[in-house]
């Protein structure tokens, strides 16, 4: 398992989340849609679909945590658990299958959708936000997801091939093994 | 609903329930301000807002760059309104001048104490963003480049040159999070009192006053409220921070007013206000210290 890699690679996808993703965004849109960038979430999930659910689960914790802790600005622990467990959940869902191009965006674009709807829920339950789910779905949650649908859509092929071909580099090793 | 209990086992289940109640317990502990930052808080935001900060500069080039091509017709047009903004500038320049001058003289004539003549004196801070929360909706925070190093204190104001942006939130040696006037108002008031962020505004050129508690995410109004039934505010107003609240100086443009209506409970006013300055990439941003006490 190539873990310095995949740390590497998320930590660049949070890096680039942050501080090159505000320059791409037209400043007209302002006001007309929030869009968030989730690429260490689209990340995630392609390692819960193409590796474990386990992996996805600490990587999610742990990113999620950095998010949580960087951009502090009501609580910790949000993005850590959203994370976390959206990587989990589509692991298990993935857990003894074989998975195709729109398989995968599906379920990327499920789980983009579950996150935007668990932040707000969350946000909602401790009293940060009081805006109208509406309002939520379609200023943030639907222009973010075609957003990261398209960023999801552009690193498939590398991810795929970065992530099965560390697997089968595992399969290979467990074979010369036994 | 049974089947999913059985395919995960009743012990993968125990662990999933207790990490959604640590999850909500660790929300709720750090919900509102926490006292410090952690000296490992410290160096995790330092070292990842300068790699941020690696990302950010080269992108501005690059970004400024092509958007100079978009922008080559409009530059005509700028320059001719920087040239009428710079006209207005040496007029206020020559004006202020003089009245620095009659100002003083004033002060010496009624004897002010140094401390008092030292209150506005306000520092301003250069800094440039490093990033920005990819959460634009519940958590509109960015991180700039100066911290505690340079003098940087929680709560100070945060301004564009086009008005006030935000506070000082955390500060780390090298690093602060500032807090956009988006989110700085928020709810805050809910769970604790003197948490709350609220800024003492008033009227340029009037005698009003008012308190800027929230913002509406839906319009993208600043809402001022406490306003007195017989305040002469009206729309069109610029707002400024009347430096009341002791957290924010005096003098720093908030906005405009939109309009103006009866508040909750009939007793004071509501008045909207349209922010002035808005946060984008690549504009200077200052961090404006107030002398301390």
Do not use: C
Not at chain 1, 24 to 36: M, N
Not at chain 1, 123 to 137: E, K, Q, S
Not at chain 2, 276 to 282: D, E, L, V
């Amino acid at each position: 398992m190539r873990y310095p890699q995949t740390l590497l690679i998320l930590l660049l996808f949070f890096l680039v989340e942050g501080s090159l993703f505000p320059w791409l965004l037209p400043s007209g849109w302002s006001g007309k849609a929030e869009i968030s960038p989730h690429f260490v979430l689209i990340g995630i999930i392609y390692i819960a679909i193409y590796r474990n659910r386990h992996a996805a689960l600490v990587y999610g914790l742990l990113f999620g945590f950095l998010q949580d802790l960087i951009y502090y600005g009501h609580m910790l622990g949000v993005h850590s658990f959203s994370m976390g467990l959206l990587g989990y959940l589509v692991g298990l869902s993935f857990a003894r299958k074989r998975s195709s191009l729109l398989l995968t965006l599906s379920f990327t674009a499920l789980a983009e959708l579950a996150y935007g709807i668990m932040l707000y829920g969350i946000y909602r339950f401790f009293n940060v936000t009081d805006l109208p789910l509406t309002w939520i779905l379609l200023k943030n949650i639907f222009p973010s997801l075609l957003l990261n649908l398209l960023f999801g859509l552009i690193i498939y092929v590398p991810a795929r091939q970065f992530l099965e071909g560390s697997l089968r580099m595992k399969q290979d090793e467990e074979m010369s093994v036994g | 609903m049974y089947a999913l209990f059985k395919f995960m086992g009743s012990k993968r289940l125990f662990v999933l329930l207790i990490g959604v109640i640590l999850a909500v317990a660790l929300m709720g502990l750090t919900l509102g301000k926490r006292e410090k930052m952690t000296w490992l808080e410290m160096f995790a935001s330092d070292t990842v807002s300068f790699a941020q900060s690696l990302f950010y500069k080269p992108a501005g080039y690059i970004a400024g760059f092509f958007g100079d091509i978009g922008n080559l017709r409009d530059i005509y047009e700028e320059n001719k309104v920087l040239k009428k903004r710079l006209m207005d500038y040496a007029k206020d320049t020559a004006r202020l001048n003089a009245l620095e001058k009659q100002n003083r003289e004033l002060l010496d004539a009624l004897s002010f104490t140094e401390k008092q003549k030292q209150e506005n004196h306000y520092v301003w801070h250069v800094a440039e963003a490093v990033a920005v929360s990819p959460d634009p909706v519940y958590n509109t925070t960015i991180r700039i480049n100066l911290g505690s190093k340079d003098g940087i204190r929680e709560n100070m104001a945060v301004a564009t040159v086009d008005g006030l942006i935000g506070r000082i939130d955390r500060v780390a040696p090298f690093y602060s999070t500032v807090q956009l006037i988006s989110d700085i108002l928020y709810k805050d008031v809910d769970f604790k009192i003197d948490t709350s962020k609220a800024i003492a505004a008033t009227v340029k050129g009037k005698d009003s006053f008012g308190m800027i508690e929230s913002y509406d995410n839906e319009s993208g109004y600043l809402i001022m409220d406490k306003i007195p039934e017989s305040d002469q505010i009206a729309a069109g107003d610029t707002i400024i921070t009347s430096g009341l609240g002791g957290v924010f100086p005096a003098g720093v443009v908030i906005g405009t007013v939109v309009s103006k209506r009866e508040g909750d409970f009939g007793i004071a006013y509501k008045a909207y206000i349209k922010p002035a300055a808005r946060f984008k990439p690549g504009q200077a941003i200052f961090v404006i210290e107030k002398p301390q006490p």
